[in-house]
């Protein structure tokens, strides 16, 4: 396990990062904000709570969370429209930075591909770098469930994304950087793992991660050193 200071040398070394989206690239729990906006804000959010604690598997708690927002193509766009995600605080010059300095940057998220895909336009990052899930509707844009091979679908999925990503592009050090125990799991393959603090707390997070932030200025200042 690598200490603070050697992750430190990691990060600014890492030719890949990529970044958790619900709390940390944003401010809020993607699917969270779906089924408020659906109406079945309370029932949703306890699950979410209990994912992302570890206590469900990854794809029963989304199975079930979408059964009860049943989300229409329709309502997604208009939530987008109507209430789209905040960026966190620095996370669009982090991002810029990194770009500047050639490390490829990736999204990795259990949330949806169409909230993500907007988020990747905001940030700058290419839609080829976003690895997320598929919502399916029918022809009349009715639910009709999700793309369960995608592998963010799956618990350990974050994981699977960046071995994939390790052996497509032979990336040496990859750093991954999130605030749930979603993140710190997919390190390793990731080289290294940087708990993100700034939206949400989580509390397993905290006492695990060699680093751990509330603010993204931590990152651009370890850049610039």
Same mark, same amino acid.
């Given at each position: ?103 490829? @940057? %990736?999204?990795?998220?259990?949330? /949806?591909?169409?909230?993500? #895909? ?7 990052? +290419? &839609? !080829?770098? @976003? %690895?997320?899930?598929?919502?399916? /509707?029918?022809?009349?844009? #009715? ?7 995608? +592998? &963010? !679908? ?12 390790? #052996? ?58």
């Amino acid at each position: 396990m690598v200490s603070h200071s050697e992750l430190r040398t990691l990060f600014c070394s890492a030719d890949a990062v990529c970044f958790d989206v619900d709390s940390t690239v944003i401010r809020e729990e993607g699917i969270d904000e779906l089924a408020k906006f659906c109406g079945v804000e309370d029932a949703v959010s306890e699950m979410t709570r209990r994912a992302m604690g570890g206590a469900v598997p990854f794809k029963t708690a989304l199975t079930e969370r979408l059964a009860l927002i049943q989300p229409s193509r329709e309502q997604v766009q208009r939530l987008l429209a109507e209430h789209p995600p905040h960026l966190t605080p620095g996370i669009r010059e982090l991002v810029s930075r990194l770009q500047e300095r050639n490390v490829q @940057v %990736f999204l990795i998220s259990g949330g /949806f591909r169409s909230i993500v #895909e907007h988020v990747a336009s905001k940030v700058g990052i +290419p &839609t !080829a770098n @976003v %690895f997320a899930n598929r919502l399916k /509707f029918y022809f009349n844009g #009715e639910y009709a469930g999700f793309d369960e091979t995608q +592998p &963010t !679908a799956e618990s350990g999925g974050k994981g699977k994304v960046i071995k994939l990503l390790k #052996e497509k592009f032979h990336f040496k050090k990859i750093v991954m950087i999130g605030d749930g125990a979603t993140d710190m799991e997919a390190c390793p393959p990731a080289d290294g793992f940087i708990g993100f603090g700034g939206n949400v707390i989580r509390q397993q997070v905290k006492d695990n991660a060699k680093w751990y932030i509330t603010d993204f200025v931590e990152l651009l200042r370890a850049l610039e050193e």
